[in-house]
C-alpha cells in the first residue's frame, strides 16, 4: 500500500498529561482512504486531523452503515513503540464489514495504516504510567442516496486519541446493573459486530443504569432475558468455585480480544476455563451460596475491570470484600507488562511501530 504523506504546518500543543480522559483529545493527523466499487480501497493518504465534508444524503448518516475498532499504541518502558494483537482487529472489521455489507479491506492494510499513522503521531503517546494513544479506526458508507442498499462507496479512517489511565488509584471495583427490560442485541442480529447502532441500542439501559448510581449495564440474551450475554463495552468473566467462567460467544456477543486473550492466559496458567451458557440465576446462586470469588469485565479501554456489585431487579448482590480480587489484579499485570513491555511476550501478542 503506498500513503501519501501531507503534514501538518501548524502542529497544535500536546496536552496537559494530567488531564486527558477519554476521547475528546485528537492527534494532528489522520489516515484516510476510499472505497470505490469497481475500483476498490484506494488513494491511502496521511492528511491533518481535519474535519469531513460529506452531503447530508450521505447515506450512514440515514441507515447506520458503519463501523468501528478500538485498540491502542503504548509507549514501551524501553522506549519502543507497541500495539496490542493489531492482527485480530483487522480480523474482527472483516467479520463486522461482512456483516454489514461493507466490502472486504485487506488485514495488512488496517494494520499498515493503524502503523503509519501512530509512526507519524508519536510524540503524542502519554508516557505517565496507565495512559495509551487510543486508537480509532472507522468506516463509514458515503454514497448520496436515501434508498437502502449497500452504499458503493466508503471512507476508512483511522483516528488518534492520547488517553488517560483509566484508573487513577489502583484497580477499583464498579457496580453493574443487571439490565431485564431491554436488550442489545439477538441472535441473527449485528451483536457481534462492532458497529454504532450496537451502541445506540444501549444508550437507554446505561442511562438508566446511571441514574441509579450504577456505572455499567449488564445485558441478558435477548430472547429469554436469562442468559448473562456482556457488559456495555466490555466482555464479563466469572471466577467461581475456582473456575474461570465467561459467556460462549452466540453471536449476539462482542468477541473481544481482551477477552481471547484473557481465556488463552487463564488456560497457560493451568486454570479452568469454561466457555458457555450462565444465567443470572446459576450467578446468584453462586453469589448466595458463597462460590461467587471475583467478577470482572474485559476491554481494552481498562484491560480488566472488577465488579464489587451487582443490581438484579430489587436485590443488590456484592462480590468479594469490595477490593479486587487475585485472579483478577495477576491478569491485569500479565496483560498490561506485554502491552508495555515490561513482561516477556510469549505469545507473540506485542507488535512493534518502527
Ligand atoms: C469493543 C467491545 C468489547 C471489548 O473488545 P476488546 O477487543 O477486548 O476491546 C466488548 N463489548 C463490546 C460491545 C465492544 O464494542
Known sequence: MNISITKTTSPKAKPDQNNLGFGKIFTDHMFMMDYTEGQGWHDARIVPYQNLSMAPSAMVFHYGQEMFEGLKAYNGADGKVYLFRPDMNAKRTNATNERLCIPELPEEYFVEAVKAVV?????????????????????????????????????????????????????????????????????????????????????????????????????????????????????????????????????????????????????????????????VDELIEASQNGTLEEVFGTGTAAVISPVGKLRYKDDVFTIGDGSIGETSQKIYDAITGIQTGTAPDPFGWRVEVE
Not at 119 to 130: E, L
Not at 183 to 205: E, H, I, Q, W
Not at 213 to 228: N, T
Open 119 to 279: 509512526s507519524i503521531d508519536r510524540d503524542w503517546i502519554p508516557t505517565a504510567s496507565g495512559t495509551s494513544l487510543y486508537i480509532r479506526p472507522f468506516i463509514i458508507a458515503t454514497d448520496e442516496f436515501l434508498g437502502v442498499a449497500p452504499s458503493k462507496t466508503y471512507k476508512f479512517i483511522v483516528i488518534l486519541s492520547p488517553s488517560g489511565a483509566y484508573y487513577k488509584s489502583g484497580l477499583a471495583p464498579v457496580g453493574i446493573w443487571i439490565e431485564d427490560e431491554y436488550v442489545r442485541a439477538v441472535r441473527g442480529g449485528m451483536g457481534f459486530a462492532k458497529t454504532g447502532g450496537n451502541y445506540a441500542v444501549s444508550l437507554a439501559g446505561q442511562v438508566k443504569a446511571h441514574n441509579d448510581g450504577y456505572s455499567q449495564v449488564l445485558w441478558l440474551d435477548g430472547v429469554e432475558r436469562k442468559y448473562i450475554e456482556e457488559v456495555g463495552a466490555m466482555n464479563i468473566f466469572f471466577k467461581i468455585n475456582g473456575k474461570i467462567i465467561t459467556p460462549m460467544l452466540n453471536g449476539s456477543i462482542l468477541p473481544g480480544i481482551t477477552r481471547r486473550s484473557v481465556i488463552e492466559l487463564c488456560k497457560s496458567w493451568g486454570l479452568d476455563v469454561e466457555e458457555r451458557k450462565i444465567s
